[in-house]
């Protein structure tokens, strides 16, 4: 039997519920619970704040298996080691991952708190494969996202082109990760990259099958994905 522990960016009480002040994360942890036990309700889950992490009273069993560790936040405290910590590490060094993308990849990127990225490219990367859904967009509510966003194919093609340079250059692990940019005159700038289904994934929960949060589970324990459509 597997045993998942959920990491947050939230509190979490004692019995696993989640801060009221945080409710994309409560959707994001129900929508990932639910794809677990619609896979296997033999599962046992556990939810956990990433402040609890700062403590030496959870550590990464190497030798455990069946634990799967399913972060939905990018705070993970440095010293504590899991099986892609160097990855969350690169993506939480913004500045040094924009950097490189301009450098070895020819995009402009976000420059401090200018040109902040209101996109987002989801890439489902399998063991097999990479498959990109529909962009992402910001809604006319605050915290709310819309899918797809339509682009022309040359403007795809080349966010695809981006996306697939930058993951394999990261060796980047099954995994759903969204990749955050903006469009300055019809120009792709580049601003970071999350290695889980973050806030925005929300939206595929109402247009994309399977919903990025059922591709993060697959992904995490290598089960075939053969598309995404929104």
């Known amino acids: 039997m597997h045993k998942v522990i959920i990491i947050v960016n939230a509190e979490v009480n004692a019995q696993g519920a989640i ?12 929508a990932l619970q639910r794809a677990i036990s619609a896979d296997s309700d033999s599962t046992e889950v556990d939810v956990i704040s990433a402040a609890s992490l ?3 009273s959870l550590t990464c069993s190497k030798s455990n298996s069946d634990l799967i ?15 892609v910590q160097k990855l ?3 993506c939480k060094d913004i500045p040094g991952l924009r950097q490189w993308v301009e450098q070895n990849l020819g995009y402009k990127t976000s420059i401090r708190d200018s040109w902040l990225g209101d996109l987002w490219l989801p890439i489902v990367v399998t063991g097999k494969q990479m498959l990109y859904s529909s962009v992402i967009g910001e809604g006319a509510v605050p915290n709310s996202y819309e899918q797809p966003i339509e682009l022309d194919s040359k403007l795809e ?5 981006l996306a697939r340079d930058l993951l394999i250059s990261l060796e980047a692990p099954p995994s759903v990760y969204l990749m955050q940019f903006r469009l300055l005159s019809n120009e792709i700038i580049f601003d970071r990259l999350w290695p889980f289904p973050a ?6 929960l109402r247009y994309q099958q399977p919903d990025l949060f059922i591709c993060y589970w697959y992904c995490l324990t290598q089960k075939p994905i053969v598309r995404v459509t929104t």
């Open 19 to 30: 801060s009221l002040g945080s409710p994309a994360t409560r959707t994001m942890v129900k």
């Open 54 to 56: 700062w403590s030496n």
């Open 69 to 83: 560790y399913c972060p939905l936040t990018i705070e993970i405290p440095p010293k504590f080691s899991f099986p």
């Open 88 to 90: 969350y590490q690169i």
């Open 157 to 161: 093609n080349s966010l695809h082109s």
């Open 199 to 204: 806030a925005p994934a929300i939206s595929s």
